[in-house]
């Protein structure tokens, strides 16, 4: 299950809950349980991506620039776990 990112406008307070896509918004519905101010969603950049969604639609083969990119990656990051 998705991991969803919410606020009190209030209060400052945040915190996560693991919802079906379904019911992300249930948490906006209901006042902070800190404050019982208005709690909204916020939207936080993806730390990652998928293989999958590398490839081409046309071709089962991985861009070559992937492959450049790894091998980048494994040379400069220390403690990589690539």
């Not at 019911?23 to 998928?50: H, L, M, N, Y």
């Not at 999958?52 to 070559?64: E, L």
Request: with cysteine; glycine share 8%.
């Amino acid at each position: 299950m998705p991991t969803y990112d919410y606020r009190c406008e209030k209060c400052g307070h945040t915190f996560e809950e693991d919802l079906k896509i379904a019911d992300r918004k249930i948490p906006t519905e209901s006042p902070c349980s800190e404050c019982g101010g208005e709690v909204k969603q916020i939207i936080v950049a993806a730390s990652g991506f998928a293989y999958d969604n590398i490839r081409t639609k046309h071709s089962k083969q991985v861009p070559g620039w992937y492959s450049d990119k790894i091998k980048d990656m494994k040379r400069n990051i220390p403690g990589n776990t690539l």
